[in-house]
Structures are given as C-alpha cells and as structure tokens.
C-alpha cells in the first residue's frame, strides 16, 4: 500500500502539469518514445526473455505465452502505435459549448484530462505502451498495475518511455508501474479513491468482475461480449450468411464476436443446413435447439445454460424463433449489450431492432465485429465499455477526458 | 434484499416500456402527476404529519424538522416542479454524431436513457417527486429509498404519481420506491448491478462517502463543496467584497458556497477590515491565519483543520497569500474541486486561474453560487457531480441519458 500512496502522489502531481502540457510536447514525447523503443530493442527484449524463461519454467502455454512474447516485429508494432496516436488530434482544450445567460454571465464547458488513471492488466506487455499513450494524449497521469508474469518485460518499457519523457522536460512520472504485482497491489488499486479518478481494467471476464465488484474508485468497465446475429425471415440469405460466418469465424476469441444466432422460423430450413455446414467446415461446432438439430445432424443439444455463454472459441448456440419479438426478447434477456445485429430487407423491423435492442453497438445488415474503436474512425481504443455511464461501446481519446465549466463574470452576485 | 429483487426485476421490465414512450405520453404524466398531487394534497399531508409526529417523539428537530416537513405551498411547488420538467426539451433520440466509414457502414450515436436509476436519500419528501420527474423525462425507471423519518410522505406521494402513470397507461414501476428503510436495504441497494445502471445518493457528506466506498453499482457522486474565493492584487474590491459577501451568507448550507477566503498580500489591509466588518454584522465567524488576526481584531485564529473544513455555516476560513502560485497551489491542496472563483482585473492572472484550477465550475469575478442546473440553464437539476466520469457540475436531463452507437450496414464483413 505504501508503494500506491507513494506513486498516488507522485502522479497526483504529474497531473496538474500534464494538463498544461501543449500538443506539440506531448506530440515529442510519443515520437521520443517510439525512436526509444527501437533502439533500445535488445534491452527490452533481454527483459522478455526472463520473463518468458520464467513463465516456461511455469509451465504456461499457448495463448498465453504468445500475449506474453515480444520480438523485433513486435516491438515495431508497439513504436508505431506511438507515433499514430501522436498523429491524433488532441482533445484537450476543445470548447463543447459557450452561452451567454440572461444576468450577463458567459458559461463555457471545455474538455480537460480525467487526472490520474489507473490500469490494471495481464501478461501482456504491449499495454504498458498502449496505455501510456493513450493517457499521455489526454494530458492524464497514468499508474499501471500489470500481471506479474511479465513484470520484467514491463518494467524495461516503462523504463525506456521515462526517458523520452525526461529528454523532453516532461514528469517522469506521467508513467509509473506497480512493482508489487501480489493481489494485495491490485486490491490497493481499488481502494486508492483520493489518487485516482478513474480505473481501468484490461483482461478478461474475471479480472473486470473482481475490480467491478470491489473498486469504490470509479470503473470504466470493458469486456464482457455476448452477441447475437438476429436472421428475419426477409433476410438476404446470403448476406446472412457471409455475416454469421463473419461474426463467428474471423476472430472468435474476442469480445464482438458472435456467440449466438437467432433465426427466423420462417426461413431457418433454408439457410441453417448450408450455413452451418460452412461452418463445420471451419471447425465451428454447433449447439442448437430441438429445430436446429433437426436440420442439421451434427448439431449438439443446446443448453439453457449456452444462451448465456460467452464462448470466445469456435463454439456457436442457435436458436429458431418465431418472430422478431421473440428474437428481441432473446436477446434483452441473455445479451451483454454489447454488439447485436439483424439481417433484414424489412424497414420496419430494421428500425425496431435499432431502437429496442440495448446494446451499446446495434447494427443492420452488418458483422458484429466492426465494434472497435479502429474501425469507428477513432484512431485508437483503450476498450470497449459495457457500461452506460460515461462512454458506452469502443472507448477513443474523447473518453479518458472529463468537462469543466468555465465561468466569466463582471461582479454577478445571486440574489 | 428479495424485496430489492422484485423491485429490481420489474423496474428492467418497465424500462424497456420507458425508453420507447414519446414525449407526449413523457409530459402527460408529468402533467396528471402534478394535478394530482393538488388534487391528494390532503392525504399527502395526513402522511405527512404521521412522520412528524414520529419526528416529534424522536426529538427531531430544527433543520431537519423544516426539511421533512409539507404543506399546501410546498406542495404547490412540488407540483410546479412536475409541469416545469414537463416543459423541458426531451433530450432522448438526439443524434450525437452521424459518419460514414470509407467501408459504406454509417455510424451514428444517438442518446437513449440509462435504464434504471437508483437513489438513496434522505428525509426529503420533495425529492420524491423530483427525482422521480427528471427519471421519467429522460426515460428512466427509478428506484427510490428515501430516509425511515419520511416513508409515510414518500409513500402517499409515490401513490400519487403511480396514479398518474396507470391514468396515462405507463407501466406504473417506473417508479418503485423501498419500503424496507434498514440500513440493509441502503447496502443492498449498492450491489444490485444486476438490476440498477447508476446510483445516486443524495445528502449529507457521510452518505455520499458512505456509498462512494460500498457501491458496486456505478455512482454518481455529488455534494462536497470546500469553495474558495481569491481575491487577486489587481481586484476590483467593491466587486470582491460584494462577491465574497454573497459567496458566503447567500445561503451558507449548500454546496456552492464560500468556506476559505483567500487575499492576496498587497491589498488584504485595505480588503480585510471592511469586508470583515460586514461580514460579521451578518454574523459570521472569521477564523484566519496569523496576518488576518492582525487585520481584525475579532478574527479567531484557524487551525490546520480549518482549511479542510466545509462548515455549512456562517463561519469562514481566511488566508493571506503572497501571489497566484500560493493561492492556486492552497485551492489544488485543501479544494475538494467543486466551485473556485479568482477577482481580479489582470488578465493573465484570470486565464491561468481558469484553466490550473481542477474543479468542476471555475470563475472570474463571480460568486461560486451560480454553480446550480437552474442558474447554468438547464431548466432542472439532480445534483452537482464532484468526480470527473461522466459528468462533472451541475446535472440537468442529459446527465441522466446513455449512448448507444446505431449502424447501418449493407453487408459488411470485416476482412
């Protein structure tokens, strides 16, 4: 606790002139950075690799170990992304409004950084850039609490964006890393309201439900992805399909990836035995109810529990419903509100489902994966929040900032 | 905790009624609502004066006595309050922003409502109908768990306005107010993410920090005001004493009002005496550091405390500074970021004080107490937000509204 009251402070401090930091500085420090990253390649990499020893050593594997690997390619990666978010406009300072009041007062609300922003993430290096970044831009302070398992890895890249902070005259302390990465720090991190105004965290279902549950410092909550492709009986089937197919198959480990597939009764016979066989081909397997495993004979029994499972893997439940009612219905009742999308020719229903669904994405006529903050235009994303205070769906720049009003006055007193 | 859960369960369900109602059927209850409560007003009063009998018994009294405390004029004004949200824009269905991708997809974002509001309160049965007015007006269903010394009132005037929504034929959940005032059910309230989006507490400072600490839900915290006056070198000093004397006697229990004075050196022997003069005719106590006491003669030395203290009360702290930097760097130390003004008539001096000073309202030669939704224009208001996520000042109607992006697709697939 010492070390987060420690850091708290030092941040606290680096705030207040991170805010007044122009464009152009933050601008140098992001490129320093990058330039610093490369160049400083073999030491950051020397540091992966004990965390890499280690983590064998541990007996971790797979997708786990590959988050963790960092390599030249990689590390390129990580400088580029700098430099494209120094290539962003920079929110700070932007003017929302400015009225004039009757008693002559002029009110103005412009856009300033959150303060000091806390993250708590996994074995995965590449965040402790990203993250950095993304705060920096925003003229936020940031302290990061990453897993333990790449402590090493995480430490050689702080170290390296310090000193492109000092070589341009910056705080050093824009960036600080948790170097206790025991479940006492991240519990810490919860608890640390008077330092941080925000807290984010990076990872998966569990990790966010834990820091949801017992954080009292405000929580931007990302993550959790149970979404539906809805089929309306006067869907383009072949639309439908290249969309499901999409929705399910182009990445199924992450969070706006289809997991559910609802059809119209009317038209499932038609398109559920081709689509599906399209999508055993490519190693999806189906769970269906008593009409989808009719139609296709090497559909599994669905259970009540698989309308309510994120899957994250090549695993997809479907349901035939009678109509767009019960398709809604559906889906109010085991969706994440996250990403949800109808195929339809039909306006009305287009409509319905826009407006009744609540989801933070809704869609018509289009794949679930487009929910990202890259491919809304927004050049960056810290995540996707599935909450509806404060920012709802992918998260840019704009949404680690905060208001304040500005008020300008000639002697006006309230009577 | 069951008795939450049934509340819980069916406010989800009205609220998905909520979110599609027109504006029409919005201001209808909100009308009828207020012609009820004329109408009832004697079976309001008669629960009414239930709880102060109780109160009576309890020993309650002075403030809190008057607070809890209806008659036919408050009720005329509760009722006003209902016609006047009525007569507000409805800020659901705005279209934030509408783009189109280079991939043909068009991304707009449209403001829905949050869903289901929670809030906690004390013995205030006027908050009843507000909170209950601005939920409704943005959609909203609420949840409402006022304090055990006004449940009578409470409940003859949730009565009232379930009246008026069945009249209008509106899901009568809208409004659910707990009838269980234990502390377990103030808990109870702040873990049911499962049903509630946001929690307000409105009230007294142990409250709010109380749920602040203990809430899983998100919260929006509102209250603490520890606001300053700086009185520059360069100040007009009519128009500072005028400011300062409104600042702190206009009404000193609210959050907007002055509790620390600070002056600048050069001028706090011309400043002082006078302003402390009338200030102490409007019978405050002044309590101030070693060159105030010297000034005023009847000025009380203030201790360290003191400069953290919001006192709600004709008591105020003075300091003498020595420049800007001392009187900022005194605001980022012992401010609890609500509402900060500089007078002063040097401009550099005005822009750096607008834009160092973290808090949610800042001011050039006006008093802190424009801080407030009907002084910003907003036509209403349900609190002024201390933390910087999701609002920061004053909230009116879109403060309690969502987002939600809606996209429109001709077949994309992400490749």
Redesign the interface.
């Known amino acids: 606790m010492e070390e987060l009251i420690q850091k708290g402070i030092k941040a606290k401090k680096a705030a ?1 002139i991170l ?2 930091l122009s464009t152009e500085q933050k601008n140098n420090v992001l490129e320093q950075a990058a330039k610093l990253i490369i160049e400083k390649s073999e030491t950051i990499l020397q540091a992966n690799k004990k965390d890499l020893d280690t983590a064998h050593a541990n007996n971790v594997k797979g997708a786990l170990m590959d988050r963790l690997s960092l390599n030249k390619q990689r590390l390129e990666g990580i400088a580029e992304g700098l430099q494209q978010v120094a290539s962003l406009e920079d929110p700070i300072g932007e003017v929302l409004s400015m ?1 004039k ?1 009757p008693n002559g ?1 002029r ?1 103005g609300q412009i856009r ?1 950084p ?2 000091v922003i806390g993250i708590i993430y996994e074995a995965r290096p590449n965040v402790t850039a990203d993250a950095f970044a993304l705060c920096l831009k925003t003229g936020n302070a940031v302290i990061l609490r990453g897993g333990k398992e790449a402590i090493n890895s995480n430490m050689a890249i702080v170290d390296v964006i310090r000193e492109a902070l000092q070589s341009q005259n910056v705080s050093m302390d824009a960036i600080q890393l948790v170097e206790d990465t025991s479940r006492d720090s991240a519990v810490g991190m919860m608890k640390l ?1 008077q330092y941080l ?2 807290l984010i965290p990076r990872g998966g279902a569990g990790l966010i439900k834990t820091v ?5 410092v ?3 909550e990302t993550g959790v992805g149970n979404c539906h492709t809805y089929i309306d009986e006067s869907a ?1 089937l072949k ?1 439908a399909q ?2 499901a ?3 399910k198959t ?1 990445r199924p480990g992450v969070c706006n990836a289809m997991e559910s597939l609802l059809v119209h009764a009317s038209v499932a016979d038609k398109i559920l035995p081709p689509l599906c066989k399209e999508l055993k081909k490519l190693n999806v397997e189906i769970r269906g109810d008593e009409k989808v495993v009719q139609l296709v004979p090497f559909a599994l029994p669905a259970k009540e529990e698989d309308w309510a499972t994120e899957y994250l893997d090549l695993i997809l439940s479907i349901k035939v419903v009678s109509d767009l009612d019960e398709a809604i219905a559906h889906i ?1 009742k085991y969706g994440s509100s996250h990403s949800e999308t109808i195929v339809t020719e039909n306006y009305s229903n287009s409509q319905r489902f ?3 669904v ?10 679930t ?3 990202d903050g890259f ?3 927004f050049g960056a994303e810290i995540g996707i929040s599935t ?4 920012a ?2 992918p998260m840019g720049l704009k949404e680690l900032t ?13 009577s």
């Open positions: 207040t805010a007044q009225n009041r007062l009110i300033v959150l303060g309201n105004d925000v949801v549950e017992n954080s009292s405000p929580v931007l383009d639309m290249s969309i197919v999409n929705a182009h109010t826009l407006h009744e609540d989801a933070a994405a809704v869609y018509v006529n289009a794949s994966r487009f929910t491919m809304f235009g909450q509806k205070l404060h709802r769906g905060s208001t304040k009003y500005i008020i300008y006055g000639d002697g006006q007193v309230r």
